[in-house]
Nanobody, 120 residues
Framework: QVQLLESGGGVVQAGESLTLSCRAS????????MGWYRQAPGKQRERVAV???????NYIDSVKGRFTISKDNGIHTVYLQMNSLKPEDTAVYYC??????????????WGQGTQVTVSS
């Protein structure tokens, strides 16, 4: 079983920055992709950014140029650097990782979520 632990959320003013972290633990053999999702009140969860094992990244249009996803394979951690935050970025942010555990079974795990609130 692979568990994800997130940290880094908080309350900031518009224009400020935050960095989210998510570290995986457990029986991990390989992580194929790491991603960040968010869910605002009354809205569906949306994928914000993803990074593959090759380092390829993809972002939702609304965060391009402001958010950067990165990873540290050695400690099974993914980061989301969020700059120039806007009130519309307010949401609960969840990390997601998919890969293979040491029994060669596929896993897909979610973090517990961390609240990001941006005030105007």
């Amino acid at each position: 079983q692979v568990q994800l632990l997130e940290s880094g959320g908080g309350v900031v003013q518009a224009g400020e920055s935050l960095t989210l972290s998510c570290r995986a633990s457990g029986s991990i053999s390989m992580i194929v992709s790491m991603g960040w999702y968010r869910q605002a009140p009354g809205k569906q969860r949306e994928r914000v950014a993803v990074i593959t094992s090759d380092g390829d990244t993809n972002y939702i249009d609304s965060v391009k140029g402001r958010f950067t996803i990165s990873k540290d394979n050695g400690i099974h951690t993914v980061y989301l650097q969020m700059n120039s935050l806007k009130p519309e970025d307010t949401a609960v942010y969840y990390c997601n990782m998919m890969g293979y555990d040491r029994s060669r079974s596929v896993f897909a795990s979610w973090g517990q979520g961390t609240q990001v609130t941006v005030s105007s």
